[in-house]
């Protein structure tokens, strides 16, 4: 029997705290983020700001990034602080206390946890600043979480982000939940995903399927390594509409016997809207699934590719 509906792990997530936890922005202010506000349903929360951690106040005087030819540092203008050792002590602290990180999601261009597009302001001048930094506090995240998806609650306001972004973490949640038993679980995790796997990667996709298929050639606790390494940097890869439309004909084929040709004409098209980018990737997704619980075909029920995170999260604007 095919799953209508997934049940879903918790992922577990670092966020800014100033993103609907805390008002602790330097203005005294907290920042909304419906998008963080539902995921407080589905996902665990380890909130951070590292300019109280490292002892600022709230209100406080700004900080900002400042470069002296080619050393960047955190600076308080207002005062001439340099926050820079006390961000990178607390940075590297906190990072290695937390473990089974999934995610994160940092507060867009700010000068601790800004993940792009930081401004960084030439040391003693007066001229315009760049605009192509990262948080220091985020730079440190880059470092000891280089495959982990980070995002700010700005672009996650982007529907392809937030799609890719939510895919992943659900993604490594639903790793770091089932496969810890023995090479079963991880075979099942596999099977249900190779859909998925194909969307963002064929190359990797075949790598993890060859991996599963020599087990034998390594204990689990390095095959469970050695896969999780593969499936980050796979998902380190942006899905692109050409992929997803492979895998959706792909899936589409199952049906070929059993749609009548104005059904078949009417996805077509569909999907001929989805890669001119006039709809999203979920109205295929779904016209797909209503086939697979009409015809009752059990191999595509239980892909996640047509579920990758809960229904609830799959909307179409975030603010």
């Known amino acids: 029997m095919?799953?209508?509906?997934?049940?879903?792990?918790?992922?577990?997530?670092?966020s800014s705290r100033c993103i609907e936890f805390d008002a602790c922005r330097y203005?005294?202010?907290?920042?909304?983020?419906?998008?963080?506000?539902?995921?407080?349903?589905?996902?665990?929360?380890?909130?951070?700001?590292?300019?109280?951690?490292?002892?600022?106040g709230i209100p406080r005087e700004p900080i900002h990034l400042e470069k002296d030819q080619d050393k960047i540092e955190l600076i308080q203008p207002a005062t001439g602080y340099n926050c820079t050792p006390k961000m990178l002590e607390?940075?590297?602290?906190?990072?290695?206390?937390?473990?089974?990180?999934?995610?994160?999601?940092?507060?867009?261009?700010?000068p601790s946890c800004g993940v792009k597009a930081v401004k960084i302001y030439p040391k003693g001048e007066m001229s315009r600043?760049?605009?192509?930094?990262?948080?220091?506090?985020?730079?440190?995240?880059?470092r000891f979480f280089p495959s982990t998806p980070t995002e700010d609650e700005g672009r996650l306001r982007n529907?392809?982000?937030?799609?890719?972004?939510?895919?992943?973490?659900?993604?490594?949640?639903?790793?770091?939940?089932?496969?810890?038993?023995?090479?079963?679980?991880?075979?099942?995790?596999?099977?249900?995903?190779?859909?998925l796997f194909s969307s963002y990667s064929q190359m990797y996709a075949r790598k993890l399927g060859r991996l599963v298929a020599n087990q034998k050639?390594?204990?689990?606790?390095?095959?469970?390594?050695?896969y999780e390494n593969i499936l980050k940097k796979m998902l380190l890869q942006d899905p692109q509409p050409p992929s997803n439309v492979n895998v959706l004909m792909h899936a589409?084929?199952?049906?070929?016997?059993?749609?009548?040709?104005?059904?078949?004409?009417?996805?077509?098209e569909s999907l001929e809207k989805y890669?001119?980018?006039?709809?999203?990737?979920?109205?295929?997704?779904?016209?797909?699934?209503?086939?697979?619980i009409r015809f009752n075909k059990e191999y595509l029920g239980d892909q996640t590719f047509f579920e990758p995170y809960p229904e609830e999260l799959m909307e179409i604007t975030f603010i």
């Not at 607390?90 to 700010?110: H, R």
């Open 275 to 292: 890669r001119q980018g006039r709809v999203p990737l979920l109205v295929n997704q779904n016209l797909l699934k209503s086939w697979i």
């Open 129 to 142: 600043p760049w605009t192509d930094g990262v948080g220091m506090f985020a730079a440190a995240v880059f």
């Open 159 to 195: 529907l392809h982000l937030r799609e890719n972004f939510l895919t992943r973490i659900y993604t490594l949640a639903d790793f770091r939940e089932k496969v810890s038993g023995d090479f079963s679980d991880m075979l099942e995790f596999h099977r249900k995903n190779k859909l």
């Open 27 to 56: 203005n005294g202010l907290i920042i909304r983020s419906s998008l963080v506000e539902k995921l407080k349903k589905y996902a665990d929360f380890t909130p951070v700001c590292p300019e109280v951690g490292i002892g600022l």
């Open 252 to 268: 589409f084929g199952h049906f070929s016997h059993d749609l009548t040709s104005p059904e078949k004409a009417f996805f077509l």
């Open 90 to 110: 607390f940075s590297d602290s906190f990072l290695k206390s937390v473990e089974g990180v999934d995610g994160f999601i940092l507060k867009n261009k700010s």
């Open 2 to 14: 095919f799953i209508l509906s997934r049940e879903f792990p918790r992922p577990h997530l670092v």
């Open 217 to 226: 050639r390594s204990t689990f606790k390095d095959l469970v390594e050695k």
